[in-house]
């Protein structure tokens, strides 16, 4: 195994693989879909609030290693935090959590945190 | 027969990186020649056109309009002043649109192809849109990713004001009947417009052979500069049509209430037009007659054959696009069952430095009707050799190992 | 100070010729750096940007988008989305005059002047032509060659949708007050375009400072490449404007029902973009920088002083544009008692080599306001010496002498 | 004068300097004007027949050397020619009779030439 060519982070590569916090909520409090139409992927992010903490986060949806590798870390970052923690979260937060994947797929990275922006701004 | 080795060393970019480069139905690589000429220019030249009382302003006119010439022999065309010089492929077409929607007695249908590229629908959409005079229609492509005759025949009738359709697909690779799809239209009295962005870099073509009405073409996708694209237009139309856009260089007389448009095909070229490109493009049609095109066409189809039956002989590969055998532009577009084309894409770089796309390629209704959220794509020039075909396939197969399926 | 003699080892025209160019208003000599830039974008680059997922596309995009945001940086915008890369200055201009058009709630007059560049008044026209929605008028020049600010004032109006001038005049040289014309609009609620081809050549221009609604400009009259223009617009405008053109890379979803625009600035750049020129403007605008606007400015303020004031003491020359001591761009039309324009061209290349221009200047409203059939223009820039001025008056003379007048 | 440089043919010059056949005809068969907007110049010729020859011919307006010039070879070259030989006169005729001036100007030469051949395409 040791020649293996990285091709992305293997902790990436493994949240896509086996992602934490796929499925639906049974009734969240809020609940976007984001779509990067230049490859169809779509990501929709539910959440569920107590107060202002996140206590409940899932995502659905089907795309790349990196939007889906994404949206799970995210949502493992989200869990717990509140609304105004969670709205400071920034890209490079998340970039820095996936081991830098290259610069030209970063609106792949991005496709679940602008869902999470876009729920928390209707808080 | 094209030696590849020979060829190579005219592409700087080829020496200066490592990269096996098969992303050219996007945009090609410059050989040095190209490069020399816009140098040339820019060293020895460099006077505004066909306004400059000098010689330098003289020597400039003559070697754009020589350009002028090369073009119009390149395509076959019955004289220079059809060939109009633009932006891009894309603004030619919106050029044609509109211009037919200013031209007042038209009205009626626009037929295009679901297989055809945004720029070859948006100007259409834009046109139509609002617009009591005109409707957009969209021809069939069958399963088999060609064009559906019958469904073509079907929806053209004497309301048809004009069909638009690519030459060759971007997606499919699908090579379209010109031929017939321009008798059809003609006996429907409709203008006849090819989106010729995929077919003037890889096949020989003659306007007067195939009569139709319009042609669209870059520069940039037939190693010649940015910037830079052709509009042909039949001379007739070009003097009858409203010419859309308005500037310098484009008017023999303006006062207040009355403006008298320059002949064509100034009256289509508005403002100071892409001079240096123009004159580097003369060099760039020379290189290419020199490789000669049919050579081009019979080495680009080889690696476009090697592709697609490596690429059939992979269990987990899907080919869209015409069927084997039947004829097919230089490319390839195909899905790898559980790795998204975005991934694979970044895969084949980091595995081997392989340029390929992945997306939507500009043409989603096609990916619609495909029922695809995307695909990949290869496509191929006169640089590329069969090896680069062999570490391709190679890398895709590594790609599957590593990144395997979805869970 | 600008130092002439360095700044021409930097232009191999003017090694390789020899040739007095003062056609610069027209376009512009082009700089070594500038040339290499282009060159190496060949040589190393060249893919197609924002949509490759490979290394060469991501370096591409990269030098691309910086030089959008040198660009931003030049004319101080707050946003590298408010540059629209456009062919030339003139595209720009069409942009906005169909955008508006397309503006749903938008209707009233235009404003142009009668100094403005056909580039600046056919595009208008073309939109008020056959629209009950627009109607065109021209603000008058006086006959000291400025605007007429009292004309200005009373065509303003509530009624008033636009208005658009020419920062400099190509013809008269007059500098125009841009923060009066603009601050009158606005308080007409009208939207204000400044025509700044020839303006961001010579002068320091902050955007922020005059608050312009939309600017443009064309990089081969800065010592640019051919072939490419930029579209400045505030933000909150671009992002309300419909795109007039369609194609690729300027939409975010198509189906045939539905169209997503990207957000701006590609929702106005459809089609492949003048990438290598695009990435060659960056290297302009910082030789230009390293030679300061302000030094260049003054440089040429020097040379059309001298000009008008030597043109001034030719008893059988005409000037015209502002009074001496009023500000003047870096550009001086005249007429030789006479002598046709024309036949002074030809003269002053055959006599010294030297490059004028003659002619209407894509200006006819202007000459026949002024009862002109056409002028000759000289024009300055970074490599004129004093001397070049010198000579330029010294042909004059010898040509007046051979040609003497018509009998 | 030995030095004195060359701008144009001095035979061109000669005739812009001292037009042959400038003028008005009292009632021409045929009357053409021709405009280069770009210069503003403007060239009117008239022409008389005899049968199909051309008896009088004359030209007016303003322009630049070689228009002028242009105009008065271009009189002196018709008269007398018939209708047929005069159509088939061309710019290259012309030229040749004017010492080659600058090619970028060849539509100053032209201009007279064309109103000729607009005026005898009636014919
Ligand atoms: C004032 C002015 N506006 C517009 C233009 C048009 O520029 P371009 O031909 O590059 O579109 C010019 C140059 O010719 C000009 O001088
Ligand atoms: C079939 C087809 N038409 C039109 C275009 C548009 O060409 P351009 O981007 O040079 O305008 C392309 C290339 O992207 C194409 O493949």
Redesign the pocket.
Same mark, same amino acid.
């Given at each position: 195994m040791k020649d293996k060519p990285k091709i992305y982070n293997q902790d990436v590569l493994h949240h896509y693989q086996n992602p934490y916090n796929k499925g639906k909520l049974d009734d969240p409090d809020f609940s976007v879909t984001e779509e990067n139409p230049n490859c169809g992927d779509r990501i929709t992010l539910q959440l569920k609030l107590k107060g202002d903490e996140i206590s409940k986060v899932k995502f659905d949806g089907h795309g790349c290693v990196l939007s889906i590798g994404a949206a799970s870390i995210l949502t493992q970052m989200v869990r717990g935090l509140s609304v105004g923690e969670a709205s400071e979260l920034t890209l490079d937060d998340l970039v820095d959590n996936m081991g830098n994947p290259p610069k030209m797929r970063r609106n792949c990275v991005s496709l679940s945190l602008d869902a999470l922006k876009d729920a928390l701004s209707e808080w | 027969m094209l030696n590849v080795k020979d060829v190579k060393r005219d592409f700087p970019v080829l020496k200066n990186r490592d990269v096996i480069y098969l992303d050219n139905a996007a945009t090609t690589l410059t050989p040095e020649p190209v490069i020399q000429s816009l140098s040339d220019y820019y060293e020895n030249l460099g006077a505004s056109v066909h306004r400059g009382i000098y010689h330098l302003a003289d020597e400039t006119t003559e070697k754009y309009e020589s350009s002028r010439n090369r073009v119009a022999d390149f395509i076959g065309a019955d004289s220079p002043d059809e060939i109009v010089f633009t932006k891009n492929c894309t603004e030619g077409l919106n050029i044609i649109a509109y211009s037919l929607h200013l031209w007042s007695d038209m009205e009626g249908k626009i037929l295009v192809t679901e297989m055809d590229h945004h720029s070859n629908i948006l100007p259409w959409k834009f046109m139509v849109d609002g617009s009591e005079r005109f409707e957009l229609e969209y021809v069939d492509v069958t399963k088999d990713g060609v064009l559906d005759i019958e469904d073509y025949k079907s929806k053209l009738s004497s309301e048809t004001v004009a069909v638009g359709f690519p030459g060759i697909s971007n997606v499919l690779g699908t090579v379209n009947p010109v031929e017939k799809i321009t008798d059809l239209a003609h006996e429907n009295d409709a203008l006849v417009i090819m989106d010729g962005a995929q077919w003037l870099p890889h096949r020989p073509f003659d306007i007067l052979e195939h009569d139709l009405d319009f042609l669209t073409f870059s520069a940039h996708k037939m190693l010649g500069p940015t910037g830079l694209g052709v509009l042909y237009g039949k001379k007739e139309l070009l003097n009858r049509m409203p010419p859309p856009f308005g500037? @310098?260089e484009m008017v023999l007389n303006v006062t207040r209430g009355e403006v008298k448009w320059s002949d064509p095909p100034q009256k289509f070229e508005p @403002?100071?037009t892409p001079i240096a490109q123009i004159v580097a493009f003369g060099s760039t049609l020379k290189y290419l007659e020199g490789l000669e095109i049919a050579e081009i066409e019979e080495h680009v189809n080889g690696l476009t054959r090697r592709a697609v039956n490596r690429l059939s002989g992979i269990p987990y590969v899907n080919i869209y696009g015409p069927r084997e055998g039947e004829p097919r532009g230089g490319l390839v577009s195909f899905n790898v069952e559980g790795i998204h084309p975005h991934d694979l894409a970044t895969a084949l770089d980091s595995l081997d430095n392989i340029a390929i796309r992945a997306g939507l390629h500009c043409a989603q209704p096609l990916h619609e009707v495909m029922g695809l959220n995307s695909s990949a794509r290869v496509s191929f020039y006169v640089y590329n050799a069969s090896e680069d075909v062999d570490r391709f396939i190679d890398a895709v197969k590594e790609a599957k190992k590593i990144l395997g399926g979805e869970k």
């Open positions: - | 500037g @310098g @403002g100071t």
